[in-house]
């Protein structure tokens, strides 16, 4: 999350998954924000760009889980707060978060009561 989303901004983001990645990749899929195009031409002018809406499915879902707490809480009011909630929800939230599909209720019941005794294991800690 970036306070704004101007060319230094998409500059500095290129630079730190340039790094990351080791090598520039072949094609570059990003949303139609101008910026990235700015900041492409000049961190990275031989990888091709690609922007139509369909092709950043895969980047836009992988923030689902934060932007669905995000909705709940109606909108951070800073960064830091959104840092702090999500260093927190995460870890107790993959604790009771247990899928229903294909266990019966009472494995179910067990499931959720061997999270509230290891919650309470940890809150005596």
């Not at 091709?48 to 923030?63: D, I, K, T």
């Not at 494995?107 to 005596?124: D, F, G, Q």
Request: proline share 4%; charged share 30%.
């Amino acid at each position: 999350m970036q306070s704004r989303r101007n060319a230094k901004a998409a500059k500095r983001l290129m630079r730190k998954l340039l790094k990351s990645q080791g090598r520039a990749p072949r094609v570059m899929i990003t949303d139609k924000l101008r910026s990235y195009g700015t900041a492409k031409r000049e961190i990275m002018p031989g990888v091709e760009r690609r922007s139509h809406e369909g092709l950043n499915n895969r980047a836009e879902n992988s923030h689902q889980p934060t932007r669905r707490r995000e909705r709940i809480m109606k909108r951070f009011k800073s960064q830091r707060h959104l840092q702090r909630f999500v260093s927190i929800h995460d870890p107790s939230a993959k604790l009771f978060h247990i899928p229903r599909h294909g266990i019966t209720f009472s494995h179910h019941r067990e499931l959720c009561s061997a999270a509230m005794n290891l919650w309470a294991k940890i809150a005596r800690a």
